[in-house]
């Protein structure tokens, strides 16, 4: 690792130091609270122990790093040496949807799955070839002050004000919808309180000293989210592969999965199960075909119950049933058709046959030909999600960010190397985390009494059924595959009880699950309100505003942006994963064009990239609108009036927005005036290593010394 020379070099010497310490002791501190458990201490305060000491530990290190220093604020000073960067980065990288939701989504798509992490390690590489490094050369603190100088005037820079605030506000409501099931599990508060009790943490570590806050409590988040997750995955891996490194040898459990996914497709308990749930799917399909008479009937029916039960003095607990069913029936045909749709959709996945872990691209209809269709409309959705990761990945504006923190540009590369290093650890053991967890499900839960079920499932039933629950459908008395129902949300976060790990550890996947969270909404809330702040108000609209007065107003408006995403995360839009996806595909639509043309291609002018902007743009949020089931029913659309394009999913709707964006810009920048030369000399100064404003011979402009200003 290189570090600054001089004075800095002693500093930074002195931070290795300190995050040496900060590991020892934080290990110690999981040491201690797992003989306390031995001693007796209840789990509530185990829970409560690692969420307030970890949260005050992040709070702690955000007071010391206060700050009103605007390149302090901003970019942490541009000191950040390339291992610490790679480390913040990191954690700002791996949100909750890594954490929390990459493995669930392993777990329940098998190798479908894997085009999140094709796609996430793929876009890094267009990270530091194509654009981290030209950043860190061009300075300045944001990604609207890049389109700002190398177009020219207002309106690019706004459109990327625009887009920035949009896809990190749908990013940042991700995160904090995994802060509020976190401390929902480990704490017993109601979801809506864990939202904004989270939100205490983030803003904590962001409000008082901005990136440079940020940094260090990232990289002390990245620490604690490694441990985290790298355990529970060593301790499986001793449990069924004899090993503490399952990442190199769980093939051979997939084996002994696939013999037991065999066994539960031939068991006849399974196929009843499973065809109750086609018989509910069926006639929820019926019920939507029939509307708006099915709606008149059911509403006539549930009303004429309420009072037969009353009229015959029914036992109160029937007669409450009976009006919670009428309290909870839909008040309009249009919603009725939204409730069924979705009551159909999960009843038909329950109801179809078991998927094989390692099959990629699996269908189970019997019909040849609808098969081949299915694999074939499943093959292009991994194609186009793995392209829309690897776009939106060079494209985020809070990780972008973080490339401008660094003293030289040389380390702004070594620090995406660092970063994967990082990445990888994780990415690497989230298959196997997914096929061990899957192999002790099937093997010591399905076939189980009811009675005979581990608390741990009570427990997360209690948190949301929506994550989890079990229901004897058939009345057997025996746990079938098919009668569980488990959210992609929880498995990580369950993983220790699952594994049957001491709760210490329990806690310490919640402490990982919670700075994983924590550290990308501080870089995303830092992100809005910068746009905001720096961008929208300084650079925009008052010149003259001073250095603290901008500061200010970035942490106002950090503060209200933080208050309404927690309001919208209390809604529950979606899951992680696919609010997190949305979030890439916007990203990369409206960025990548007009980065990598803006680097790569001197032609580009301002008209193609405004153009190309709001048209790739414009083509992801109108897809997006029009077939995300969440906002079809906000606005009350029917989805079988909107089909999606080619069978693609709303999630990787950049697969039409990014070559709209590159046609429209090439095709506009062609057809009007080329750059003037001073943007043609920006270009080469971002471009080429050894030149600088102050070469001779080169004629330094305005936007050149804005560039090299960082």
Sequence with gaps: MSVP?????AFFNQLKKYYRWYTLGFLLFVAMLWALEQMGLPKIWIGYTFMFATI??????????????????????????AFFNGMATAADWMSAATFIGMAGTLYLQGFDGLAYILGWTGGYCLVALLIAPYLRKFGQFTIPDFLGARYGGNVARGIGI???IICSFVYVVAQIYGVGLITTRFINVDFGYGVFLGLAGILGCSFLGGMRAVTWTQVAQCIILVIAYLIPVAWLGMKYADSPLPQFVYGQVMQRLALREQELMKDPKETEVRQIFGARAAAAKERIETLPKSYDNGLAAAKKKVRDLSAIQAPIPQIRAAERTLDWYPTSPEEARTT?????????????????????????NPDPVKAEQERSRKRVNFLALAFCLMMGTAALPHILMRYYTTPTVNQARQSVFWSLAFILLVYCSA?????????????????????????????????????????????????????????????????????????????????????AALSTADGLLLTISNALSHDLYYKMIDHAASTQGRVRISKLLLLLVAVVAAYVTSLKPGDILQMVALAFSLAAAAFFPALVLGVFWKRANRQGAVAGMLAGFGACVYYIVTRF?????????????????FGIAPISSAVFGVPVGLVVMAVVSLATAAPDGETVRLVDFVRYPNLAPSDPGDQTTSRHREAGSG
Excluded: C
């Excluded at 020379?5 to 070099?9: I, K, P, V």
């Excluded at 069924?340 to 189970?364: D, Y």
């Excluded at 002790?440 to 039933?461: C, N, Q, R």
């Design 5 to 9: 020379a001089g004075s800095d070099r």
């Design 340 to 364: 069924w749709l979705a009551e159909f959709s999960a009843n038909a996945a329950r109801a179809a046959p078991l998927m094989p872990h390692g099959e990629p691209f699996w269908s189970g």
């Design 56 to 81: 005050g530990l992040y709070a702690g290190i955000g007071i010391m790093s206060r700050t009103a220093d605007v390149a302090e604020y901003y970019v942490a000073g541009r000191r950040v040496p």
């Design 431 to 515: 298959p196997a985390l997914a096929v061990l967890v899957k192999y002790d499900i099937y093997t010591m839960i399905v076939g189980k009494h009811f009675s005979e079920l581990p608390g741990w499932i009570s427990a997360w039933s209690h948190v949301d059924p929506s994550l989890l629950s079990v229901t004897d459908v058939n009345g057997d008395g025996i746990v079938q595959l098919s009668e569980i129902r488990l959210g992609p949300d929880i498995v990580v976060l369950a993983a220790p009880e699952i594994a049957g790990l001491p709760y210490v550890i329990t806690g310490l996947v919640g402490a990982g699950g919670l700075a």
């Design 629 to 645: 089931a969440f906002l079809q029913g906000l606005l009350g659309m029917n989805p079988a009036d909107w089909p999606p394009w």
């Design 162 to 164: 625009m887009a920035a």
